[in-house]
């Protein structure tokens, strides 16, 4: 897309001259604050359907510049939601190999990075173009990770890294059990409403954070955070793609509901 950034003169703070609902109402990520939480025991666990998928389909792997994003098909869906929501992509946020680089934190802590499912609503939209900007659109799960034990799930496409260095460049990757990259537990998660985290920041999104965190190990966050690149392959300075995490914004006397108590 049009050119923005994390930092520098087109980073976060500037936003919103050129996108206007970066600075506005309901925006994320904001950091999830004991004292905003309320318990509401209607939320059911989170159920995915048609995660499993099979290594003979093909997903696209992309560096955008901001991220590196991996398409997925509609008929991954997700239910437990007051609506059936279809996936589109999933991406990450990181910081650096010393810096944590989530989106969201709990009570202060930043965790090493974040994963996050971007889904649609599919019983009302034709597909996430239509839905990005419609206040029930979206809905992400997100997925807080800590540097640990060694994860193969995220192998499946960190092992093809090394084809998306440069903005643009893409890459098909063998797909797989999209399942084995959430926490085992999807019953305990912190529930708001918010944005897109990142340009054009529509308040569209019904965010889904899960409680507990997964791991990677530190050679896989390695790999993650130091392989990519924000600048094309062609361009003579090559610019590392790290802390590609917005800054927390205001709660805006949001309520976050939580599935749990404690
Ligand atoms: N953290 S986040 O989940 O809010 C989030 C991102 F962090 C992110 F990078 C992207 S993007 O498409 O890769 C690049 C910016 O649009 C999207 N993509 C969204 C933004 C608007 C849009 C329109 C169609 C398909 C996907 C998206 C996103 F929803
Ligand atoms: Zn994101």
């Known amino acids: 897309g049009a050119e923005w950034t994390y930092t520098g003169q087109y980073g976060v703070q500037h936003w919103h001259k050129q996108y206007p ?8 990520p904001i950091d999830l604050q004991t004292q905003l939480m309320k318990y509401d025991p209607t939320m059911a666990p989170i159920e995915v359907w048609n995660y499993n998928l099979s290594a003979q389909e093909q997903l696209t792997l992309g560096n955008n510049g901001h991220a590196v994003k991996l398409s997925l098909p509609s008929r991954m869906r997700i239910s437990g939601l007051p609506r059936r929501y279809s996936a589109t992509q999933l991406h990450f946020h990181w910081g650096s190999p010393t810096v944590p680089g989530s989106e969201h934190t709990i009570n ?20 996430v173009s239509v839905a990005a900007d419609k206040s029930d659109g979206l809905a992400v799960l997100a997925v807080l ?4 034990e060694f994860n193969p799930a995220f192998d499946h496409f960190l092992k093809f890294i090394n084809g998306i260095k440069y903005r643009d460049q893409r890459v098909q990757v063998p797909a797989f059990n999209v399942r084995d990259l959430l926490p085992s537990q999807l019953d305990e998660y912190y529930r708001y409403d918010g944005s897109l985290t990142t340009p054009p920041c529509y308040p569209s999104v019904l965010w889904t954070v899960f409680r507990s965190p997964v791991t990677m190990s530190h050679r896989q966050f390695l790999s993650l955070s130091t392989a990519l690149y924000s600048s094309r392959a062609q ?28």
């Open 108 to 127: 202060g802590k930043r965790f090493a990075a974040e994963m996050h499912i971007v889904h649609f609503n599919s019983d009302k939209y034709a597909n």
């Open 145 to 148: 990770i800590e540097v640990g």
């Open 21 to 28: 609902y970066c600075g506005g109402v309901f925006q994320s």
């Open 235 to 262: 361009e003579s300075v090559p610019m590392p793609l790290n802390g590609n995490y917005r800054t927390l914004q205001k709660p805006d006397h949001r309520t976050i509901m939580v599935s749990f108590l404690d």
